[in-house]
């Protein structure tokens, strides 16, 4: 059912508002590709990642009356922001005994590098699947910096760990991405 004049979130909100079991459908199809992609930057385990999609999707449909509409693509964003932090919850629950700060000592030194990451000629597919192989401290720390444009301040409240191991997370992170395509290279190079 199209609505005039509306984008297709004001017509998934409008079907949700008249109760209309479809609206459940509709906002899934819309979204569910996206916030799976979402959803697996911080959950590589493609089972764990489909739970955690789920769970979201659960939280997304129970908590669509306290949505407010603030322009086009807001649905999309908030839906978003949802995943992650089933996502992120997952992940904590997942390391409840391991600190962030001890995940960096897990993790096996990497050389310094001090130019960023060349990712010019690489697939977005290999970046993600390089993304997916950091660590979770790694990995859920470049995220939120990187793609969702977090501060480290704000990361920091939102891992209850410290602005400074956050950025010291961030940074450790691009060293092992610039090292993992800097192998990759060297690897397509001997092919």
């Known amino acids: 059912m199209n609505f005039p004049g509306l984008d297709k979130e004001q017509q998934i909100l409008r079907l949700f508002g008249k109760g209309d079991p479809s609206a459940m459908?509709?906002?899934?199809?819309?979204?569910?590709?996206?916030?799976?992609?979402?959803?697996?930057?911080?959950?590589p385990d493609e089972d764990e990642m489909k739970d955690v999609l789920q769970e979201g999707f659960i939280k997304i449909f129970t908590k669509i009356s306290t949505f407010?509409?603030?322009?086009?693509?807001?649905?999309?964003?908030?839906?978003a922001r949802i995943v992650i932090n089933e996502a992120l919850i997952s992940l904590r629950k997942a390391s409840s005994s391991l600190k962030m700060e001890e995940i960096g000592t897990e993790v096996p030194d990497v050389p310094e590098i001090e130019e960023e990451p060349d990712i010019d000629g690489l697939s977005e597919e290999t970046?993600?699947?390089?993304?997916?192989?950091?660590?979770?401290?790694?990995?859920?720390?470049?995220n939120l910096y990187v793609i969702e444009g977090k501060t480290h301040k704000e990361i920091a409240k939102l891992l209850g760990i410290k602005p400074d191991t956050s950025a010291s997370q961030f940074?450790?992170?691009k060293k092992m991405l610039a090292k993992m395509i800097k192998e990759y290279r060297?690897?397509?190079?001997?092919?």
């Open 25 to 43: 459908d509709k906002l899934y199809a819309e979204y569910a590709d996206y916030l799976a992609g979402v959803c697996s930057r911080y959950i």
């Open 68 to 79: 407010e509409y603030r322009g086009k693509g807001s649905l999309k964003a908030w839906s």
């Open 127 to 142: 970046i993600i699947n390089f993304i997916k192989r950091l660590p979770p401290g790694y990995r859920e720390v470049f």
């Open 171 to 173: 940074h450790k992170a």
């Open 186 to 191: 060297r690897n397509k190079e001997n092919i």
